[in-house]
């Protein structure tokens, strides 16, 4: 993928194209990876979630791809600009709401808009209408002449979207913007984005801790873990990738010390448990035979035992391994039995 001269533009049905991307960084005489040769094509028009522990290396990749921080290797392209050489270009044609929403407490929803269209240089005939288009599809227009000061965090979430989408950028880059909504409000944005991709053509590149919102609204996922992207494709390939299925087990008798004992007997990882329900990851081929043969010779009583296609919460953890977010998600076996876990 050479270099381009300045201005020219290839044109790609790609919005990502990242080729053995890496980025170190050194620290008190340690050299650290922060991203280590990263490998991601991104189609046009998709939501792309992006996944990972705290400290994966999430922001340093945006930060790469936004052209903010330069490979130490590798090439990226984003839209069809060399990030090394057209860092500006690519950073005109793209929006971002990363860690904080941007908007200024004292103006009204409408001049927070008009202060960032001026912003943008956008045409002042084409600023009005713009402006109004997006608080209406976010159902936000009644409240324009309110300051953004008064407004709650849900409606704030969505003005900081409108605020980076108003100069129609092809590539939106997102970070966390259901975090701390109310689950009504989650799911509106959600329905939001998904339309945004419909009528503006954008996409979405979009970071989460929550698992079931990424499961539901994006086409594509990517897990990040240590700074090696772990894997990548929509659910169903992580799924054919992941060779294990999840196996539910309904009965009584399910005590820590008998699931010690089974684990350690079947090599089958308990991921949820209390004292009637179990659910647990087996490897293909596997049955659950072995597993219930086990639970029972532990004088465990079996009911129902059900077979099911793995989550994007037991993938995720199935790929980062053993790391303070599986524990933590997991937990010890005698704490699964009396915390009393829902969902099972």
């Not at 339309?195 to 954008?202: D, S």
Request: glycine share 8%.
């Amino acid at each position: 993928m050479g270099t381009r001269a300045h201005g020219e533009r290839q044109l790609s049905g790609l919005a990502i194209d990242a080729r053995g991307l890496s980025r170190e960084f050194v620290r008190e005489g340690t050299r650290l990876t922060a991203v280590d040769h990263i490998d991601l094509q991104l189609p046009r028009g998709a939501i792309f979630g992006f996944l990972g522990p705290n400290g994966a290396g999430k922001t340093t990749t945006i930060r790469l791809l936004l052209g903010l921080l330069e490979p130490t290797s590798g090439s990226v392209d984003v839209l069809g600009f060399d990030v090394r050489t057209q860092a500006a270009q690519i950073r005109e044609r793209c929006g971002a709401l990363l860690e904080r929403d941007g908007l200024y407490d004292r103006l009204t929803a409408y001049e927070n808009l008009q202060f960032f269209a001026r912003a943008w240089h956008l045409p002042k005939e084409v600023r009005s209408a713009r402006i109004r288009e997006l608080l209406e599809h976010f159902g936000l227009w009644n409240r324009r002449n309110d300051p953004a000061g008064t407004w709650s965090r849900g409606m704030r979430q969505k003005l900081a979207i409108a605020r980076a989408l108003l100069h129609r950028p092809e590539l939106v880059f997102l970070d966390e913007p259901t975090a701390g909504l109310d689950p009504a409000a989650a799911a509106a944005l959600r329905d939001d984005l998904r339309a945004l991709v419909r009528t503006e053509a954008v996409t979405v590149f979009l970071t989460t801790h929550n698992l079931a919102e990424a499961e539901r609204v994006c086409d594509r996922i990517g897990i990040l873990h240590s700074g090696k992207l772990r894997a990548v494709g929509t659910i169903d390939q992580l799924r054919s990738a992941a060779g294990s299925s999840i196996v539910n087990i309904t009965g009584a008798g399910f005590t820590a010390d008998r699931l010690a004992a089974v684990e350690r007997a079947t090599r089958v990882q308990i991921v949820e448990a209390h004292e009637t329900a179990l659910r647990a990851t087996l490897p293909e081929p596997a049955t659950a035979a072995p597993l219930v043969r086990a639970l029972i010779e532990q004088g465990c009583d079996i009911e129902e035992v059900r077979r099911d296609t793995p989550t994007l919460e037991q993938l995720y953890l199935s790929l980062i391994g053993d790391t303070d977010a599986a524990s933590a998600a997991r937990g010890s076996a005698d704490n699964r039995v009396h915390r009393g876990e829902e969902g099972l």
